[in-house]
């Protein structure tokens, strides 16, 4: 679980700060609101890794040349059949795998499926890993218009 200390006002977050870490946790603030756009800022394309499983579809995405990214390559694996995520590597630019993201414990949840564990594994600090598991989600509620209004921000609600 994040939790963030109580703010008294609200706080803006740049493009440059998207790629530090949140809270002490392993993830990123892109890891949480996909600000990047993997089919906009990446080319990708279909690889054959030599340990592939028939199940899963292996997808590598190498940024634009007019996109400030951090990562020199990224590959997701998908589940063929309903193509929900089981992982993502990502790599720097001298080709070194430097965190993982596992997705896992697929359930249903207010009527999607959607894997209810992620598991952010840096690989450059042996033994950490940051863990998020939902409990419940809610897609599609309805939401009053005032509540991300700049005044209640400001009062925390």
């Known amino acids: ?3 963030r ?3 008294s006002t609200p706080s803006n977050s740049s ?3 998207d790629v530090y870490k949140r809270q002490g946790s392993d993830f990123t603030n892109d890891d949480l609101v996909k600000e990047i756009s993997l089919t906009k800022d990446y080319e990708f394309s279909d690889v054959t890794p030599s340990e592939m499983k ?3 579809i292996y997808i590598e995405f190498i940024p634009k040349q007019d996109v400030p990214i951090v990562w020199a390559k990224i590959i997701t694996i998908v589940r063929k059949d309903d193509y929900l995520p089981v992982r993502e590597e990502y790599y720097d630019e001298h080709n070194k795998l430097m ?3 596992n997705f896992s414990n697929i359930q249903e949840m207010s009527g999607r499926k959607i894997p209810t564990v ?3 594994i840096p690989q450059n600090k042996p033994g950490q890993k940051t863990i998020i598991k939902y409990k419940k989600v809610l ?3 309805k939401l009053d218009d005032d509540i ?3 005044r209640n921000l400001r009062k925390g609600k």
Do not use: H, N, Y
Request: net charge neutral; no cysteine; hydrophobic share 55%.
């Open 15 to 17: 493009a440059a700060s």
């Open 5 to 7: 200390p109580p703010r």
């Open 1 to 3: 679980m994040i939790r």
């Open 148 to 150: 991300f209004t700049l």
């Open 54 to 56: 028939d199940s899963l």
């Open 139 to 141: 897609f599609d509620i």
């Open 99 to 101: 965190r993982l993201i």
């Open 118 to 120: 992620i598991e952010v």
